[in-house]
């Protein structure tokens, strides 16, 4: 990444947590992360139902379960990510709701870092996430790895293809981080 938009981004990026009251921001958001290249792996049915479901009152109920944080730039909110602990033996923090106005920009990376740090400042070294075919790369340059692959159903209409990847931070690694 060029050193002066780095630089820029890290004056200008905004760390916040969100709330039901962000809800509306935060599906426009999603809605238009949609239309990014990195989701030519879905079909026009399932793009249709994820939209479905981010319009629905449905979505908010998924939201709430995890600890959403947003990035602005100058006050307009341009990424999302999340994460909520899983429970049981080997427990990890589930990385989710990574969604991106502006690719490559660097953004989705320091996102994915903070919720890493909040999560281990939980106490996890565990991270797994599900991803759709077009952002694995992504993930992956982020040190996740590739578990297995399946279905995830996030609603009776909606369910996408995604593989599963996991990521165990060493006792003195830090997460990933851009800024």
């Given at each position: 990444?060029?050193?002066?938009?780095?630089?820029?981004?890290?004056?200008?990026?905004?760390?916040?947590?969100?709330?039901?009251?962000?809800?509306?921001?935060?599906?426009?958001?999603?809605?238009?992360?949609?239309?990014?290249?990195?989701?030519?792996?879905?079909?026009?049915?399932?793009?249709?139902?994820?939209?479905?479901?981010?319009r629905s009152p449905a979505y908010s109920d998924l939201l709430v379960r995890e600890q959403l944080y947003?990035?602005?730039?100058?006050?307009?909110?341009?990424?999302?990510?999340?994460?909520?602990?899983?429970?049981?033996?080997?427990?990890?923090?589930?990385?989710?709701?990574?969604?991106?106005?502006?690719?490559?920009?660097?953004?989705?990376?320091?996102?994915?870092?903070?919720?890493?740090?909040?999560?281990?400042?939980?106490?996890?070294?565990?991270?797994?996430?599900?991803?759709?075919?077009?952002?694995?790369?992504?993930?992956?340059?982020?040190?996740?790895?590739?578990?297995?692959?399946?279905?995830?159903?996030?609603?009776?209409?909606?369910?996408?293809?995604v593989t599963f990847l996991r990521k165990e931070l060493p006792a003195e690694a830090r997460p990933s981080?851009?800024?």
């Open positions: 990444m060029h050193s002066d938009l780095q630089r820029i981004l890290g004056d200008r990026l905004v760390l916040e947590p969100l709330g039901l009251d962000h809800f509306s921001d935060v599906r426009h958001l999603h809605c238009r992360a949609l239309a990014t290249p990195a989701l030519d792996a879905l079909s026009e049915e399932e793009i249709q139902a994820f939209l479905g479901l981010v947003g990035a602005r730039f100058d006050g307009e909110l341009v990424g999302t990510a999340s994460w909520q602990g899983t429970g049981g033996a080997g427990a990890a923090a589930r990385i989710g709701s990574v969604f991106v106005r502006h690719q490559r920009l660097g953004i989705g990376r320091w996102l994915v870092g903070e919720v890493e740090q909040r999560a281990v400042q939980a106490g996890f070294r565990r991270f797994t996430v599900y991803a759709t075919a077009g952002a694995v790369p992504f993930f992956e340059r982020l040190g996740y790895g590739a578990v297995s692959r399946g279905i995830k159903t996030f609603s009776a209409e909606c369910a996408l293809p981080r851009l800024m």
